[in-house]
Nanobody
Framework: QVQLVESGGGLVQAGGSLRLSCTASGRTFSNYAMGWFRQAPGKEREFVAAITRSGGTADYADSVKGRFAISRDNAKNAVYLRIDDLKPEDTAVYYC????????????????WGQGTQVTVSS
């Protein structure tokens, strides 16, 4: 199993940028595809981005393409989400997740979840 801890969220002005980090415990991090999801107040959790075990391929939700970038550093047991041109509709709790399947945007395919980090975008 793996334990995940997110960090890097905060309050930013629209148009600004953030880098979210997710650090995993354990020695088997490279066995997992990783994803980022977000959940806005009153909304269901939705897919944001995913990355393969090696970090060679990424997938993004249509709503964030061109603004979000996912990356990973297996030597540091970490995955990152760079967010540019933040918009008020990006306000949500952001979660990282790990899964043993091939990289996917399906929430139920992920096996382990962090506690989330809050991103709030002011207008």
């Amino acid at each position: 199993q793996v334990q995940l801890v997110e960090s890097g969220g905060g309050l930013v002005q629209a148009g600004g940028s953030l880098r979210l980090s997710c650090t995993a415990s354990g020695r088997t991090f490279s066995n997992y595809a990783m994803g980022w999801f977000r959940q806005a107040p009153g909304k269901e959790r939705e897919f944001v981005a995913a990355i393969t075990r090696s970090g060679g391929t990424a997938d993004y939700a249509d709503s964030v393409k061109g603004r979000f970038a996912i990356s990973r550093d297996n030597a540091k047991n970490a995955v990152y989400l760079r967010i540019d041109d933040l918009k008020p509709e990006d306000t949500a709790v952001y979660y990282c997740a790990a899964g043993v399947v091939s990289f996917t945007r399906v929430l139920a395919d992920y096996d382990f979840w962090g506690q989330g980090t809050q991103v709030t975008v002011s207008s």
